[in-house]
């Protein structure tokens, strides 16, 4: 007993000051949006950096660079491929949008989160999320669960994961909806109460990711659900999760 | 003719045309002798051939000699199980059956595995059942409290008392195997490094193996002790959380709070070295992405320390805690035997006496020079896979501390030549959850023309079933933590 208050006492009060404190702070190699520093540099006709995406998230369009955040795994293989070294991932971490399209960069960032009336009656002070997986690699459950952590401690904002989805507010989906999860998602979802929230956590949620065209997956949950909140990243970064589900409450960028 | 291939070193090649093609009987012959001879089974695959025909290849390890032997056979439509002599084949020919319809007679439980493409979903179908007064069925998920991915467990019970579990998986099932036929190419890495997301460093490490080996280059020694590094650190992340799971599931609050966030500050250092804290994009084919500069080595080392320190406090509680160990204590045993004859592998294993730790038997890389010390018990209990784990935590970090203060000077990656046509390639690692095991095949163009992954989960799942026998119905979310496997990495 003396022991475990001893360890208690050595561990210390770590739970971060954010939002009303710094952020935590990411690491210096932290890989943000991708964004061309000088498409007049490029070369004619070039489209390297939209061959190298694995996802197809780089469209080059009038001589600008485009990226779908939303399908963008933060991998830097189109930085690799520019034969200019033109490509910087910048360290934004606020990337959530409440639109797809507004997952496109460039944009005004952060991306304002439409806060439709709707959502902020239900969310604003209290939001109970149900958490499934439907092929999800278990990164974007990983760093979901860490928010409930005392460091992030998601308690304090009025949102948690509860176990029932007759509980629950809304979905918090990961993965790209697997065909093997499909009827258990759209059960899941039939068992929330109306009216109901769906957050799509990570690449593949909203937009299949890495396994887009896949005859064993679907390409995100928007195909069978009404997204509430994208949540771009390959997993996101907690903070960026935290920031996304900050906004649709509310409780900051308003 | 010879039964096996020469042995092939790791990670090791070899010309398909070099692999002996012996009869059915003849490979059922070959395991018993093998395992007779001390050496493991590394699995069993349904293979196709150039002409698009199923083949079967069956993967030996001898742990001694740190070799891999392999032999193929050509089943036909049928042919008599290997599972009744060798349980740990069942869900390898289950796999067999599912892809190709090849129908090993005999075997005792021919479901599906994957549901690929299948009309039927996973958790359908027939499930075990036990008959009797009083006996019951409990079915738990595919969505659980908590979160968690998605599986069906199908209990039957009489009272609390566990007779049988039967774990349905497949719900996870994403193509990986299928989509990387015809690769290497630009989403081959990212499929390695989501084939089981809280693996990432241990699947990239097996894959970019099977691709070195193919290639016929070496791993640069730095990238190869950078690899390691981020290894040691991804086991100590997951068995810190893990820890600290167990203990909340006994309702022992502190050390679960504290280790909630030493498991971030764990992935915080890897996030250190390549900026992202599971590990994506450090490690390619050819060495590593990333260099750990003298000043981030310093940086990483007292980190490190600090929460090493803080782990050891915080871990250490729950020996401190006779109700807590009253918990853990006698949970879950899996008897020595089982895990042997069910090939168990891993902290799984080595919980209950097995002395399986690829790092030690096919040592790759930095750790063919240096490794840290092989941990084992004796209990097969939730407590022995948790002091299995908690000496694993220090015996990395000392590791990892050597290998910070002596990196080797030179390049971290080596450009990859074109791979070998038409021939086998094995790679390993063994991840936190125990030995992972890649197999590629390569057609005469150097394309990958199979492609098969062995997640140290598909070999642990039925442990847990087995650990369920005659326990309370309640203790199974201890029991499932104490081993913590992985459902994507077993649906890949």
């Not at chain 2, 501390?401 to 000077?409: D, F, Q, T, V």
Request: with cysteine; proline share 7%.
């Amino acid at each position: 007993m003396l022991r475990s208050l001893l360890v208690r006492m050595k561990q210390g009060y770590r739970t971060f000051s954010y939002p009303h404190g710094p952020a935590p702070e990411l690491p210096d190699r932290y890989r943000g949006v991708p964004s061309c520093a000088d498409p007049g540099q490029c070369p004619p006709a070039c489209r390297l950096c939209e061959q190298a995406c694995p996802t197809h998230a780089i469209r080059i369009a009038d001589g600008a660079f485009n990226v779908d955040l939303g399908a963008c795994l933060f991998c830097a293989a189109c930085a690799g491929a520019c034969p200019k070294n033109l490509i910087r991932q910048d360290r934004e971490y606020r990337l959530s949008a409440s639109c797809r399209e507004d997952l496109w960069s460039p944009r005004p960032r952060p991306a304002a989160v439409v806060l439709n009336r709707r959502v902020y009656h239900v969310a604003r002070r209290s939001l109970r999320l149900r958490q499934v997986s439907a092929g999800g690699c278990n990164a974007c459950e990983a760093d979901t669960n860490v928010l409930s952590t005392l460091a992030w401690d998601l308690g304090r904002f009025g949102i948690q994961f509860v176990a029932s989805p007759r509980h629950a507010d809304g979905l918090l989906v990961t993965g790209p909806v697997t065909e093997n999860m499909k009827e258990a998602l759209l059960e899941t979802w039939n068992a929330v109460p109306g009216p109901r929230l769906v957050i799509a956590v990570g690449a593949c949620a909203v937009s299949g990711g890495v396994f887009s065209g896949h005859r064993e997956t679907a390409g995100g949950v928007s195909e069978m659900l009404p997204v509430d909140l994208y949540i771009p990243g390959c997993p996101p970064h907690p903070l960026t999760i935290l920031d996304g589900l900050l906004r649709l409450t509310g409780r900051i960028g308003k | 003719m010879n039964t096996v291939s020469a042995p092939l070193q790791h990670p090791g090649v070899i010309a398909i045309a070099d692999i002996p093609v012996v009869s059915v009987e003849k490979m059922r012959e070959t395991l018993a002798s093998e395992t007779e001879a001390g050496n493991r089974i590394g699995g069993l695959f349904g293979i196709l051939d150039e002409k698009e025909k199923p083949r079967l290849l069956l993967v030996m390890m001898a742990d001694r000699t740190g070799s891999f032997h392999v032999i193929l056979s050509d089943p036909g439509e049928a042919y008599p199980a290997f599972t009744p002599d060798f349980p740990q084949l069942h869900l390898f020919e289950r796999q067999l059956h599912e892809d190709f319809g090849i129908v090993p007679g005999g075997h005792p439980w021919l479901k599906p595995v994957r549901y690929t493409g299948s009309a039927d979903r996973p958790g359908g179908g027939n499930f075990y059942t036990v008959q009797g007064e009083e006996v019951h069925q409990v079915a738990v998920g595919p969505v659980h409290a908590g979160i968690i991915e998605p599986g069906h467990f199908r209990f039957n019970c009489r009272g609390e008392e566990v007779l049988h579990l039967e774990i349905a998986l497949g719900y996870q099932h994403r193509g990986i195997q299928g989509a990387l036929v015809g690769g290497p190419d630009k989403r081959t890495i990212h499929y390695m490094e989501t084939a089981a997301g809280d693996t990432t460093i241990g699947h990239s490490t097996a894959y970019a193996g099977v691709c070195e080996a193919l290639a016929g280059i070496e791993t640069p020694a730095r990238g190869a002790e950078i690899r390691a590094v981020a290894l040691e650190l991804e086991r100590m992340a997951n068995h810190t959380g893990d820890l600290g799971a167990l203990a909340g599931d006994v309702g022992y609050l502190p050390t679960s709070s504290f280790c909630g966030r030493l498991r971030g500050d764990v992935l915080n250092l890897t996030a250190l070295i390549c900026g992202n804290r599971f590990g994506r994009g450090l490690i390619l084919p050819g060495g590593v992405a990333w260099n750990i500069e003298e000043s981030r080595a310093d940086t990483l080392k007292t980190r490190l320390k600090t929460a090493g320190r803080e782990i050891a406090d915080a871990v250490g509680l729950i020996w401190r805690t006779p109700s807590v160990l009253a918990r853990f204590e006698g949970c879950g045993p899996v008897p020595r035997e089982t895990a042997e004859d069910l090939g168990l592998v891993g902290p799984a294993a080595r919980a209950s006496g097995l002395s399986g730790d690829t790092r030690h038997s096919h040592p790759a890389g930095a750790y063919k020079k240096d490794r840290p010390a092989l941990v084992t018990a004796e209990a097969g209990d939730v407590a022995a896979r948790a002091s299995v784990r908690r000496d694993e935590l220090v015996h990395s970090e000392e590791f990892i501390l050597r290998l910070l203060e002596n990196l080797s000077a030179g390049e971290i990656l080596r450009p990859v030549s074109p791979l070998k046509r038409n021939c086998l390639a094995i790679g390993a690692a063994e991840g936190w959850r125990g030995e992972i095991l890649h197999v590629a095949l390569t057609d005469n163009a150097g394309r990958f023309s199979n492609y098969r992954i062995v997640d140290p989960s598909f070999k642990n799942w039925t442990g847990l079933a087995m650990a369920l026998r005659k326990q309370e119905i309640s203790d199974f979310p201890l029991c499932n933590k104490s081993f913590n496997l992985s459902y994507c990495g077993h649906d890949l």
